[in-house]
């Protein structure tokens, strides 16, 4: 575990971002069930850890990234967007934001901004789960004759232990590549070892990540 996942898994359970189930289990915009949710629009609340997530967010795309590797950041409605803007700013990058489907009013766009085309785009989000809204951005963005290359996120449902990339191997499809600064091996160790989680908890995100279509209906939520 890298300092700064280490630092972002921390920002994320202190700020109380991640929630486990209790009663209720979550619901995914996909449909799928989850002992846990993580919502990372808590953290625009908290001006010292997002200033954190953010330069880190920006560090990864100048450094690993590379500026000369994208012409645009792009915010996808609507968690993406403020991390978008405050990462845009930072690289001095320009900056579109992308609406899951074309406005049903007025010019009827789903991309607002200048987007050329042929120019190469930088998707930054919150999250990832198994890619496929981030495919949908993809489309708006192809529509208009330009092309996603990078995915920047906070966080990836994604576990090194478990082998399980299924965000990242649905962009890779695509010819996209994922970059993420923390994802849940980072937030289970942290989760223990600072007492956020219980062995109980942690034991349930590991049987959803081990397999999160199925785990709703092996616990009795379907």
């Known amino acids: 575990m890298s300092e700064v ?5 921390e920002i994320l359970l202190s700020t109380e971002s991640i929630a486990v189930y209790k009663d209720k289990p979550f619901v995914f915009v996909s449909g799928r069930i989850s002992p846990v949710y993580i919502d990372c629009r808590k953290l625009l609340s908290f001006a010292a850890d997002r200033e954190f997530i953010v330069n880190a967010l920006a560090n990864e795309a100048q450094v690993n990234i590379g500026l000369d590797k994208f012409d645009v950041v792009a915010g996808g409605e609507t968690a993406g967007i403020p991390y978008a803007s405050f990462v845009s700013h930072l690289i001095k990058k320009p900056m579109i934001y992308i ?16 987007l050329e085309p042929g120019k190469r785009v930088m998707l930054v989000e919150d999250l990832i789960t198994d890619g496929l809204s981030k495919l949908r951005f993809n489309i708006g963005i192809r529509g208009a004759g330009a092309r996603m290359t990078h995915c920047l996120c906070v966080f990836d ?36 070892s600072k007492s956020y989680f219980s062995e109980e908890s942690s034991q349930q995100i590991i049987d959803f990540l081990q397999d999160p279509e199925n785990w709703g209906r092996k616990m009795g939520f379907v």
């Open 5 to 9: 996942s280490h630092r972002v898994a």
């Open 99 to 114: 609406r899951k489907q074309p406005k049903g009013y007025g010019g009827t766009k789903q991309i607002e901004g200048i």
């Open 157 to 192: 449902y994604a576990s090194d232990r478990l082998n399980q990339h299924e965000g990242k191997l649905n962009l890779a499809k695509n010819d996209i590549a994922l970059h993420v600064l923390a994802n849940w091996d980072d937030v289970l160790d942290t989760g223990l």
